[in-house]
């Protein structure tokens, strides 16, 4: 079955820095990966999405990497913020089958 | 905001008790679902409605009992619950809904769900 793994549960950066946080998947036919960041409190907040039939995609200070070779998912925050601490999920779709989640990553930003 | 809304925020409640969770969109969307996020555990979809009608169940135990009475709400109905069931519940939204590519969810900030 599916399966999305994140390679570290926690992740702590220095402001400023960028920040790398990975995920694997392992289903192959899987179309559609989008990115989750979720705050204390909050719920899952939409930060990006990428289709399998790109390797890249830029946002506001994120860029979302998709290797379909490796079956590896990134996610790289540029110029880290203290407002960029919360859990990262990956999460991918097949079709028209539902979202699956992976299980997140902490980031702490140290100021 | 996402336009999710969920109340209450949190909710302490005895197995015996019988408790409702609300949501509510405001963003048009034609499917809604439930989650379950425990700690260190990946989100588990409950349950989904794609324009009123319940599509999916994913063998979730009877003690928990949705109701989509429009495209705009959700419930769901909590009894003789256990205290593994305490966890965060979050509802969500999405355009489509079932049968639907490429489509991202729209999350509200959930009910933290303590049962003694």
């Known amino acids: 079955g599916e399966s999305v793994g994140l390679h570290l549960p926690t992740l702590s950066v220095q402001e400023g820095d960028n920040s790398i946080i990975n995920c694997a998947y392992s289903n192959s036919a899987s179309d559609y990966f989008i990115w989750y960041k979720q705050e204390s409190g909050k719920g899952p907040q939409f930060i990006i999405d990428?289709?399998?039939?790109?390797d890249k995609r830029q946002g506001q200070r994120v860029t979302v990497l998709l290797n379909k070779t490796v079956k590896h998912l990134s996610l790289q925050i540029a110029a880290t913020q203290p407002g960029d601490s919360a859990v990262y999920f990956c999460a991918e779709k097949t079709g028209a089958n539902n979202l699956f989640f992976g299980t997140g990553t902490r980031l702490t930003v140290i100021p | 905001e996402t336009g999710v809304t969920q109340t209450p925020r949190h909710l302490v409640m005895g197995m015996t008790n019988k408790k409702s969770l609300k949501c509510e969109q405001h963003?048009?969307?034609?499917?809604m679902y439930w989650y379950k996020q425990s700690a260190k555990k990946p989100l588990e979809l409950m349950f989904v409605?794609?324009?009123?009608?319940?599509?999916e169940n994913n063998s979730v135990p009877s003690r928990f009992s949705p109701e989509c009475p429009n495209s705009s709400h959700l419930f769901l109905h909590l009894h003789t619950l256990q205290p593994e069931d305490s966890a965060l519940y979050l509802c969500?939204?999405?355009?489509?809904?079932?049968?639907?590519?490429?489509?991202?969810?729209?999350f509200g900030s959930g009910t933290q769900l303590s049962v003694l």
């Open positions: 969500a939204s999405s355009r489509s809904g079932q049968g639907a590519a490429n489509e991202k969810l729209f």
């Open positions: 409605y794609s324009l009123e009608e319940r599509v």
């Open positions: 990428i289709r399998s039939n790109m």
């Open positions: 963003l048009g969307h034609n499917a």
